[in-house]
T-cell receptor, first 112, second 114 residues
Framework: LAKTTQPISMDSYEGQEVNITCSHNNIATNDYITWYQQFPSQGPRFIIQGYKTKVTNEVASLFIPADRKSSTLSLPRVSLSDTAVYYC?????????????FGTGTLLAVQP | EAGVVQSPRYKIIEKKQPVAFWCNPI?????LYWYRQNLGQGPELLIRYENEEAVDDSQLPKDRFSAERLKGVDSTLKIQPAELGDSAVYLCASSLELAGGPAYFGPGTRLLVL
């Protein structure tokens, strides 16, 4: 199973772009990179998923370099409501050994 | 479309008592997960079902925890007897995993064991 490493916490201010990097050095060929967001007293919420290059949706962008050993979640112009814990996961869909394993995540604190 | 439903939302019990949590996944989702989340930590996987089969229960403390998903739809997680250290949030999630779909989480059940 690919292990992920991400910063424990990050601080930002409203209106700034925030980039959270995740390291996954032993990612396998069939693994996807997935990010979840969790607010206090709620379950995690799927944000974005990608395999390579760049993926963008209405919430965030995900940048994945060619070697796929890391990925960067980019949140444009954050607001106070983006304060949450962000989890990076590496998943092998359909695999018998697939596990949705969460680390400790990155606590993003957005200040006014 | 309704999301993942969990009940109860909160539960307070005394140690050594039994407790059960119920989860109804999103309609059509074949994969169901139970997680436990302690304060300040990420969710910890307890068990994963593919339809009615538990395909991964390696992290489930089987001496006191049990789970079932008899018809491959809703699921129940039970603790008997509960210990002080079981106080946590228990999360249920479901997905169309084999189709590459993300997991959707319920709001969780917050358990306090006194």
């Amino acid at each position: 199973l690919a292990k992920t490493t991400q910063p424990i916490s990050m601080d930002s201010y409203e209106g700034q772009e925030v980039n959270i990097t995740c390291s996954h050095n032993n990612i396998a060929t069939n693994d996807y990179i997935t990010w979840y967001q969790q607010f206090p007293s709620q379950g995690p919420r799927f944000i974005i998923q990608g395999y390579k290059t760049k993926v963008t949706n209405e919430v965030a962008s995900l940048f994945i370099p060619a070697d796929r050993k890391s990925s960067t979640l980019s949140l444009p112009r954050v607001s106070l409501s983006d304060t949450a814990v962000y989890y990076c996961l590496v998943l092998n869909y359909g695999g018998a050994t697939n596990k949705l394993i969460f680390g400790t995540g990155t606590l993003l604190a957005v200040q006014p | 479309e309704a999301g993942v439903v969990q009940s109860p939302r909160y539960k307070i019990i005394e140690k050594k008592q039994p407790v059960a949590f119920w989860c109804n996944p999103i309609s059509g989702h074949n994969t169901l997960y139970w997680y436990r989340q302690n304060l300040g930590q990420g969710p910890e996987l307890l068990i994963r079902y593919e339809n009615e089969e538990a395909v991964d229960d390696s992290q489930l403390p089987k001496d006191r925890f049990s789970a079932e998903r008899l018809k491959g739809v809703d699921s129940t997680l039970k603790i008997q007897p509960a210990e002080l250290g079981d106080s946590a949030v228990y999360l249920c999630a479901s997905s169309l995993e084999l189709a590459g779909g993300p997991a959707y989480f319920g709001p969780g059940t917050r358990l306090l064991v006194l």
